[in-house]
């Protein structure tokens, strides 16, 4: 029998299926958060103000990560849920017109950014002109090629789905590894090279990605990748309008959290940049930091996505609680693990990035005060994933959304109350605990329903 790198994840032990299928996803989430902090340490050493034009520029970034989670959410949870029914072919015609969703927004978005780069920027009010210059760099450059992200986390969902998490590992461990080569040699000029500083960022960042998506697709050729719905895909073929909108009914909501949720922290943005440079660079950073224990959570949240949705497509409700469990507890540690660090050591993460006092000052700030949420922000987003494996995904917008929004009233409260900066972050922490319990106890409420229905 030919060997598969897939995983039956409707059967076989719970610990040990979950543990194959999320330590790769894991792991790809940690590679994710170094890309992250490679980056930022090194344009660190350029001030400030290059940390908060990149802040600014990677804003935009993160909007259009709304946009791809469309087709990524609504392809990754049908493709999942066809599989555990063992309809191949239908798991298929979810692929294609998943991969053909992500191009189309991709070179849309791309066109948007690069026509309107000015527009755009001048919602944040920046009055310095250097750290301008680098947020149009840096948008021009990862946004103009943002279709090398589309494709990657579009192709990752789709693997993963299919129960196959270590090819998405092994593309991302090699985009790593050219990121950060690339980034200290064309940031600071290294050998014949010039020193582009942000626009090497930004470079180093693009080509990372677009060798991630190359290796995904290559892997399609090996033997053992047969199996793989993916290699069935014909691009140009046309797709029944039936699959198109399924994957929008599915990832719809998704996307609409996701671009919301990036507008409601482009606001907040907007309020700490009347803080100057070093409060933006340190809320760009603070986030890339706090990543830690985001992309991790995250990752756990994409391998209990397709467990719950093979398990829910084959009705294994009792397998899906005890995974969702079993999870829960693996997250809850990790977030309290992060907090304890955070809360403990504060100084010597800040200065990792920051060699300015006051931006050092507000760090130490920004982490002690978010930190406390962390094991919270955890279970939301690992229980995102499990709902969301449900087809519940409209569910988790409309939480994600109110509670999010809380953020924006609740800053400017505690701000007027003479917190001033330190309000913003509060309000981060605070609706981030929020939305922990809440989830949690949504996800119970919704697993008893599915089981009475069930009989």
């Known amino acids: 029998m030919e060997k598969t790198s897939q995983i039956n994840l409707t059967e076989g032990p719970i610990l040990n299926t979950l543990t194959r299928l999320s330590l790769p996803i894991m792991a790809s989430s940690f590679l994710s958060t170094a890309y992250s902090i490679t980056d930022m340490a090194w344009i660190g050493v350029l001030g400030s103000k290059a940390v908060a034009g990149v802040g600014v520029g990677g804003m935009y970034v993160w909007l259009s990560q709304g946009l791809v989670s469309l087709a990524r959410m609504g392809g990754q949870v049908h493709v999942a849920q066809s599989m555990g029914r063992g309809k191949r072919e239908e798991a298929r015609q979810y692929a294609g017109a998943a991969i053909q969703l992500t191009l189309l927004f991709g070179l849309a ?6 026509l309107f780069t000015d527009p755009l920027l001048s919602f944040f009010a920046l009055d310095d002109s250097l ?14 090629l943002i279709l090398f992200s589309f494709m990657t986390q579009t192709l990752t969902g789709l693997f993963t789905a299919q129960g196959d998490s270590k090819t998405p590992f092994l593309a991302n ?3 790593l590894v050219i990121n950060m080569v690339f980034d200290p040699v064309l940031i600071l000029g290294i050998g014949p090279f010039p020193r582009l500083e942000v626009l090497g960022a930004a470079a180093a960042t693009v080509t990372a990605q677009a060798v991630v998506t190359l290796v995904m697709l290559l892997s399609l050729l090996r033997r053992r990748r047969a199996g793989n719905v993916i290699r069935q895909v014909r691009l140009f073929k046309k797709i029944p309008a039936h699959f198109y ?3 929008f009914r599915m990832g719809g909501p998704t996307a609409l959290q996701g671009s919301l949720y990036c507008m409601i922290s482009m606001v907040l943005t907007r309020m700490v940049s009347g803080f100057g440079a070093a409060a933006v660079a340190t809320q760009r950073m603070g986030g890339q930091i706090e990543s830690i224990s985001w992309n991790t959570a995250d990752g756990f949240g994409a391998a209990l996505n397709a467990f719950a949705g093979q398990n829910y497509g084959a009705r294994k409700l009792d ?10 507890r693996i997250v809850v540690i990790w977030g309290l693990a992060i907090t304890l660090l955070f809360v403990l050591v504060p100084e010597p993460i800040s200065r990792i990035f920051f060699h300015e006092a006051d931006a050092i000052a507000i760090s130490v700030d920004y982490l002690i005060i978010v930190g406390l949420g962390e094991a919270f922000m955890c279970v939301e987003l690992m229980t995102i994933g499990a709902l969301s494996g449900m087809g519940k995904t409209k569910l988790c917008s409309v939480i994600s959304i109110l509670l999010t929004g809380l953020r924006i009233p609740l800053a400017y409260f505690l701000g007027e109350m003479g917190l001033g900066l330190n309000g913003v972050w509060w309000a981060l922490s605070a609706t981030s605990m929020l939305k922990g319990v809440v989830f949690y106890l949504v996800f119970r409420v919704q697993m008893t329903a599915e089981e009475r229905r069930k009989g």
């Open 109 to 114: 978005f791309a066109a948007v950014c690069l």
């Open 131 to 144: 750290t301008y210059r680098y947020a149009r760099e840096y948008t021009q450059v990862t946004c103009g």
């Open 173 to 175: 461990l090699a985009g």
């Open 245 to 247: 909108k399924q994957i």
């Open 319 to 328: 397998r899906m609680r005890k995974g969702y469990e079993i999870s829960f």
